[in-house]
């Protein structure tokens, strides 16, 4: 057994494992062992190879990482040139596309295109020799790259040896290098924290990485990869559909994008389209549009090219998600725990869809980390429905006259000190309820849907009704009536009436609501439940001390010490006492349902639309129960309430074997509990 061959042998078979396992959780997106298996199989291979180093091949899945950093990236010539795409920026504009590739090719009939998520990242090009990766190369002008073979290995989604058999003796193959939103805000989280420079987005950020001389740092970048093409093949024949080619790329290991989908017809197209757009922000990693591409290699090489770009493939842009505009001014707001934060006002600007004339600057420390000044020209980011954020400063375009940008000593609204705690990013102002801003805060906190839930009190009416001196607390919203209401502006009788109703209705609650309706700081959703399924009831919260506040799961010193200031101060005491008086009420729980309750120890579901209750009350009840709520169904999943139009949860539970209790079951459930809907 310990003969050179058998060990050379058990190699090859460990590697191949390995591959296998590459395949199935990169490619195939279904790992058939856990990680722990994985690593150690990888340290048993390491650890023969490490014996044996005279057996280490290139394409082992140890060898990804090369120890030593290049000089400077050499030139590769582009054996099939690297194109870059025409785009359509609306649906007219496709039709045009759709109409042209038709009247060329002389045809009515409707064409079918393959249609794929434009990734926002850089193309590479990767050659394969007999099954081994060999080369990795930029696009560069299209003509000339750079060998950027070292980093490209550190990709782990790459294969470094084909899957299977069958494929071309060369096979070169083009995709795009990106990284994926989750590793790119964890990545700036913790260069930020260093004081070390952040990307201003994933692109940059991924194309940062590529250009590493050292594959040591490439290597700790967050890089990943989908394929989407070919370049030049040999020795070996491929489909007659681009879409039969990416399928056999997928079944030789390589990673094409699983929202790939065909269709025909330019209608079909802009229906793709528009659904990406609306999942855009969901989606792991950022598109900045969808190409299109004729299926059909036939059609594709009657099409032909003009200049750079084919006739067969078009770019369908989305609206662009940064933008340049300037920096007209910086003010400060007051947040409800007084934390101070730098609003930029900007020359209004249209980015992600949307005109924007303010954007965060988070904090100071952020502000001086940009050293953004007023009169800068800056780029704004904003992705979905999330903030607008200035990004970057252009530091080039910085005018002579750029002033910086001071904190100011008091708070812009109550004139109290202003303090930023020595090591803190946060400054506060330290008027606390005294604060109107604070307190108008407080209150929209108050009354927002995971707290008291009160419907119809937005952010507007509660400024006009702190501005108005008719409520001065969140106490006061309770003796709020009718007509008072009513004499506000905008208001009419019947508004005002639905108002009183919505407060009314508020005052019955949760525990975990009302807890985190108080707005003690740290003390989130999450906490809130943990502390109610906890203690029980709320004098058990007040009276625990901190050594007391951490035992319960998850409560650390610095939330402990909050919970306990909080209930120190006598005026919240006294609110909580107001509230109570004015009917606020909730059911006293016993003590740790999550160990005792019925359902303690389940894990619910919910999924479509319930009729006779909204899901944050399913949520509720199932919590007061002791079950635990998730997002997602896994086979951990004890049962999954199931309303109309349940949709992909459904399905993966009934493909799971996870019971499935539809509305009135679960109704029934909750009454025989005790729970009446
Ligand atoms: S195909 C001949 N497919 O977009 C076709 N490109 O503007 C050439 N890109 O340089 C490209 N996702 O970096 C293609 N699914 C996709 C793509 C894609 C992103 C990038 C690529 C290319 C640029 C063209």
């Known amino acids: 057994m310990s003969s050179h061959s058998s060990i050379a042998h058990q190699i090859e078979q460990l590697r191949a494992e390995l591959r296998e396992h590459n395949y199935r959780y990169y490619v195939l997106d279904n790992p058939s062992v856990p990680d722990a298996e994985y690593d150690r199989l990888f340290r048993q291979l390491q650890q023969l190879e490490r014996e044996h180093p005279e057996l280490i091949t290139a394409d082992s899945p140890t060898q990804r990482v090369g120890d030593r950093p290049l000089d400077e990236f050499a030139e590769v010539q582009h054996r099939v040139p690297m194109l870059s795409l025409d785009n359509v920026f609306n649906e007219e504009e496709l039709i045009a596309f759709d109409r042209r ?55 782990h989604s790459l294969p470094l040896k084909l899957h299977g058999s069958g494929y071309p003796a060369t096979l070169e193959v083009r995709g795009e290098v990106f990284m994926p939103k989750a590793g790119f805000d964890e990545m700036n989280r913790r260069a ?67 929202e790939t989908r065909l269709a025909v017809g330019a209608k079909a197209l802009q229906q793709y389209h528009d659904d990406m757009l609306a999942r855009r922000n969901a989606l792991a990693y950022e598109i900045d549009g969808i190409v299109y591409k004729v299926n059909a290699i036939k059609l594709q090489k009657e099409l032909g090219f003009v200049s750079r770009a084919p006739r067969w493939a078009t770019a369908h842009k989305f609206p662009a998600q940064e933008e340049m505009t300037r920096l ?18 900007l020359e209004p600007v249209f980015v992600g869809g949307v005109t924007v004339s303010n ?47 001071q904190l100011p000593t008091h708070c812009p609204v109550c004139g109290s000190d202003i303090i930023k705690p020595e090591g803190e990013a946060v400054a506060r102002c330290s008027g606390g309820l005294y604060c109107p801003a604070q307190v108008k805060e407080a209150i929209k906190h108050f009354a927002s849907r995971k707290a008291m839930d009160v419907e119809g009190l937005g952010d507007k009416l509660v400024e006009q009704l702190v501005d108005l001196g008719l409520i001065a607390h969140v106490s006061d919203l309770y003796k709020l009536t009718v007509d008072q209401v009513a004499a506000m502006e905008r208001m009419g009788q019947k508004s005002a009436q639905n108002l009183i109703d919505a407060l009314e209705k508020s005052k019955h609650t949760t525990l975990p609501r009302f807890l985190f309706a108080l707005g003690i700081r740290e003390v989130g959703e999450a906490t809130a439940l943990t502390l109610a399924q906890h203690f029980g009831t709320l004098e058990n919260i007040r009276n ?40 606020v009420h909730w059911t006293e729980q016993e003590p740790t349902a999550r160990e005792t309750g019925a359902l303690s120890g389940k894990t619910y579901v919910l999924t479509g639309t319930l009729t006779k209750l909204t899901r944050d009350e399913a949520k ?33 539970a009934e493909s799971l074997g996870v019971a499935i209790i539809d509305e009135d079951s679960f109704i029934q459930l909750l009454n025989a509990h005790g729970i009446e809907v």
């Open 359 to 405: 954007a965060t600057l988070h904090n100071m420390d952020e502000v001086a980390r940009m050293d953004v000044r007023v009169g800068d020209t800056v780029i704004i980011h904003r992705a979905g429905d999330v903030i607008p954020k200035v990004a970057k400063v252009v530091l080039e375009k910085r005018p002579a006259h750029a002033q910086p940008v």
């Open 620 to 652: 509720d009840y199932l919590q007061q129960l002791g079950a635990k709520v998730a997002g997602s169904v896994s086979k951990n999943t004890d049962a999954v309430v199931a309303g109309e139009k349940a949709g992909s949860k459904l399905a993966k």
């Open 544 to 583: 625990a001390s901190e050594e007391q506040l951490q035992e319960a799961p998850d409560i650390g010193p610095v939330v402990a010490s909050r919970i306990v200031a909080f209930f120190q101060q006598s005026h919240n005491l006294d609110i909580i006492r107001a509230l109570q008086a004015a009917g």
């Open 192 to 258: 930020a924290e260093k004081g070390e420079k952040v990307f201003v987005n994933p692109r940059n950020a991924a194309a940062g990485s590529l250009r590493q001389l050292d594959p040591r740092m490439t290597a700790q970048r967050p890089l990943d990869m989908y394929v989407y093409g070919i370049g030049h093949v040999e020795g070996g024949a491929l489909t007659d559909t681009h879409f039969g080619n990416l399928q056999l790329l997928k079944q030789w290991g390589l990673r094409i994008n699983p």
């Open 101 to 155: 590739v038709r009247e060329r090719l002389e045809t009515e009939d409707e064409i079918e295109y393959v249609c794929e998520p434009k990734l926002d990242g850089l193309a590479v090009s990767v050659r394969y020799e007999h099954g081994v990766l060999v080369q990795g190369a930029t696009r560069g002008d299209g003509q000339t790259g750079e060998d950027i073979t070292q980093n490209i290995r550190t990709i």
């Open 328 to 345: 007209l001014d910086v003010e400060f707001q007051v947040g409800r725990t007084g934390a101070i934060t730098p609003v930029a006002r």
